[in-house]
Nanobody
Framework: QVQLVESGGGMVQAGGSLRLSCAAS????????VAWFRQAPESEREFVAAIRSNGGITYYSDSVKGRFTISRDNALNTVYLRMNSLKPEDTAAYYCAADLLLRTTPPYNYWGQGTQVTVSS
């Protein structure tokens, strides 16, 4: 079992930055791939970024490529999502998810509760 807790969300103006954190506890976190997804009101959950267990491979959606960076510190059992040049369309609840396999789509076995990001214009 892996427990995930996101933090770092908040309200920011367009063009600003935030760093989300996904802290894990439970089983050996370093063996799990982690992804970030987001869901805006009345929209489907969409893939944002993913990172392999050792951090050697990363994937990004086209909408965030060049602006967001996913990274991890396995010694701290934490994955980060650095978000720069934020746009109002980035407004959503952001969720981290973990699984043994690296995917850009669900299913992921473990999910956090989400953290809200609101970008004002």
């Amino acid at each position: 079992q892996v427990q995930l807790v996101e933090s770092g969300g908040g309200m920011v103006q367009a063009g600003g930055s935030l760093r989300l954190s996904c802290a894990a506890s439970g089983r050996t976190f370093s063996g799990y791939a982690v992804a970030w997804f987001r869901q805006a009101p009345e929209s489907e959950r969409e893939f944002v970024a993913a990172i392999r267990s050792n951090g050697g491979i990363t994937y990004y959606s086209d909408s965030v490529k060049g602006r967001f960076t996913i990274s991890r510190d396995n010694a701290l059992n934490t994955v980060y999502l650095r978000m720069n040049s934020l746009k109002p369309e980035d407004t959503a609840a952001y969720y981290c998810a973990a699984d043994l396999l690296l995917r850009t789509t669900p299913p992921y076995n473990y999910w956090g509760q989400g953290t809200q990001v609101t970008v004002s214009s």
